[in-house]
């Protein structure tokens, strides 16, 4: 009688154990977002959700989607900087398809889209490189005129958990 007994606890506590798993799984960190090792975290927007890779350090942040050929819709990358809101600035080197960057406060409020950010090539003289700014504490980039799509203009607050920069 003890063996039924032990297997249907065992069998009770495996959701909350693979629920537990989920939680400890690492966000993905690459577009288009990879199959399986990774989750990628869901953001509601005012018309879908979108799929983002978290990139949290200065390397990542510095390779972004560098050379990355599509960003399918509704995925993107979402940029996590340390110290709050602040002015950021991104040197669009070698992106080699448009996007659009959405800069967003702290508190989840979009401050500005710097829309439809033309591609570069390895061969784009660096004075020719586009350079966008704006004011937040995260920029989320997405294929370009997925942001209009997706209903995301400045105003709009999204529900970002918080998450740390290194």
């Not at 510095?62 to 996590?80: I, R, S, Y």
Request: glycine content about 8%; some cysteine; hydrophobic content about 45%.
């Amino acid at each position: 009688m003890r063996t039924p007994l032990r297997l249907a606890s065992a069998l009770l506590l495996l959701p909350l154990a693979t629920a537990q798993a989920h939680l400890n799984v690492p966000y993905c960190v690459q577009i288009p977002l990879p199959s399986s090792g990774c989750a990628p975290l869901a953001v509601k927007a005012p018309r879908d959700t979108m799929k983002l890779a978290v990139v949290t350090s200065g390397k990542l942040r510095e390779q972004g989607l560098m050379f990355v050929k599509d960003v399918p819709a509704k995925e993107g990358m979402l940029f996590v900087f340390a110290g709050g809101d602040q002015p950021l600035q991104f040197w669009m080197k070698n992106t080699i398809t448009p996007l659009d960057m959405v800069f967003v406060k702290q508190d989840g409020t979009v401050s500005s889209i710097a829309a439809n950010v033309p591609s570069t090539t390895p061969q784009t003289p660096d004075a020719q490189i586009p350079r966008r700014g704006g004011s937040g504490a995260y920029v989320i980039e997405l294929a370009s005129g997925e942001a209009d799509r997706l209903g995301i203009t400045p105003g709009v607050k999204l529900a970002l958990p918080h998450l740390s920069a290194e």
